[in-house]
């Protein structure tokens, strides 16, 4: 099992790939690189945890009567 610092050095890597790939490859190229950046994207995702308060973009505001 890949952990979070794992899956994110993968990014960076898939990251730099895909620039070259949108740049020189061909279309099916860049419809798996696409893809791959999509699911290392998804997976990072789903192993980050996200508290409440983060989600909610207001809860810096002032409450208005």
Request: charge should be negative; proline fraction near 2%.
């Amino acid at each position: 099992m890949i952990d979070l610092v794992g899956l994110n050095t993968i990014a960076d890597a898939v990251l730099a790939a895909h620039a070259d790939i949108e740049k020189f490859g061909t279309d099916e190229m860049k419809i798996i690189s696409r893809t791959l950046l999509f699911t290392v994207g998804k997976e990072i995702a789903q192993r980050s945890t996200i508290t409440d308060e983060t989600q909610d973009l207001h809860y810096d505001e002032p409450k208005w009567s």
